[in-house]
C-alpha cells in the first residue's frame, strides 16, 4: 500500500471508529478518539473539536505533536480541550496506537463507588479478574489547575497515562469517565464498547444480588463469580483475533445510518 493509500485507510478507520463510538451510544457530543500517526513520527491524529458523529472529512482531522499536544499547523481549528490524555498516553507507551475516551453512563457508577469494575464476561476478559484502576485527578492537581475534572495539560495526563504502565488495558477516571488503549483503532474502539457493556451487566448482577439479599434476610449474600485471572487473560486473547467481526458489522451499521458521512 502506497502511503497515501495507507493513511486514507487510517482516515477512514478513524472516522468509522468515530461513528461506531457514537452508534454503540459509547460518546455522545463529547468523548474522542485518537490514533497515532503511522508514518511521522511524535504525531498523533484526532479530529478538531466537534462531536465524534459529524466527523466526515479529512479536513476535520487535526495532527498533533505528540511531545505538547500543540497542532503541526498552528492555524489549525481548535481542539478537545483533553488532548493531553492522548498525547501524555503516547509518549509514554510506544507499544499503543490508539486511545479511546468516553463519558459512558453505563460506566460512571464504577469511577464514584468503591465496588471495582472487573470482567464479568468472556467479551470483556482485558477488564482483568482484579478490577479496573480509578485515577482520581484530585490527587494530581497543582496549583493554577481548574477543578472541573477534565484532563487539561501535561501533569494531568502524565499522571493518566502511567495507569497503563502494567499492560492494564482501561482505566477509569472520578467523576467523569474512562480510557482505553489498543495497538489499534479497531481494538480500542470494541475495547471501549465492550467496557460499557460489561459495566451494564455488572450493575444488572450486582442489583439482583443486592435484590435477593433484600428478600431473603437470613439468606448469605449472592456474589458475583468473575472471571478468574486465568479466564480473563484467554477471553482477552479470544476478543483480539475476533476483533475483525464486530468491526465489519459495526461499519456496516453506521454505513446503512443516514445520520454518519465518512468520505475520506
Ligand atoms: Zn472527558
Same mark, same amino acid.
Request: proline letters at 0%.
Given at each position: 500500500m502506497s502511503n497515501p493509500d495507507l493513511i486514507r485507510s487510517y482516515w477512514r478507520d478513524f472516522i468509522d471508529g468515530s461513528h461506531i463510538l457514537h452508534h454503540q451510544g459509547v460518546v455522545d457530543a463529547y468523548g474522542h478518539l485518537s490514533f497515532r500517526h503511522p508514518l511521522k513520527s511524535g504525531v498523533f491524529v484526532m479530529s478538531r473539536n466537534i462531536a465524534p458523529a459529524t466527523i466526515s472529512l479529512p479536513d476535520d482531522l487535526v495532527e498533533y505533536w505528540i511531545a505538547n499536544a500543540e497542532p503541526l499547523d498552528p492555524n489549525s481549528a481548535s481542539g478537545y480541550a483533553e488532548r493531553h490524555i492522548h498525547s501524555e498516553i503516547y509518549k509514554r507507551h510506544a507499544n499503543i496506537n490508539a486511545v479511546v475516551h468516553s463519558h459512558s453512563d453505563a460506566v460512571i457508577p464504577y469511577t464514584i463507588m468503591s465496588v471495582a469494575l472487573r470482567a464479568c464476561y468472556h467479551m470483556a476478559g !482485558?477488564? +482483568?479478574?482484579e478490577g479496573v484502576p480509578v485515577y482520581n485527578i484530585t490527587e494530581y492537581l497543582e496549583q493554577g489547575d481548574l477543578r472541573d475534572m477534565l484532563v487539561r495539560n501535561e501533569h494531568l495526563g502524565n499522571a493518566l497515562a502511567? !495507569? !497503563? #504502565? #502494567? +499492560?492494564?488495558?482501561v482505566t477509569l477516571m472520578r467523576g467523569h469517565g474512562f480510557t482505553t488503549v489498543g495497538d489499534s483503532i479497531q481494538q480500542a474502539v470494541l475495547q471501549a464498547v465492550y467496557t460499557q457493556h460489561n459495566a451494564a451487566i455488572q450493575t444488572a448482577a450486582l442489583t439482583i444480588g443486592a435484590s435477593s439479599a433484600s428478600m431473603t434476610p437470613r439468606a448469605a449474600p449472592s456474589s458475583i463469580q468473575y472471571l478468574t485471572k486465568e479466564e480473563a487473560q484467554a477471553a482477552a486473547d479470544m476478543t483480539k483475533w475476533s476483533s475483525g467481526r464486530p468491526w465489519k458489522l459495526w461499519t456496516r451499521e453506521v454505513e446503512a445510518s443516514g445520520l454518519y458521512v465518512n468520505s475520506a
Open positions: !482485558f477488564l +482483568g479478574a502511567r !495507569f !497503563f #504502565d #502494567d +499492560g492494564n488495558s
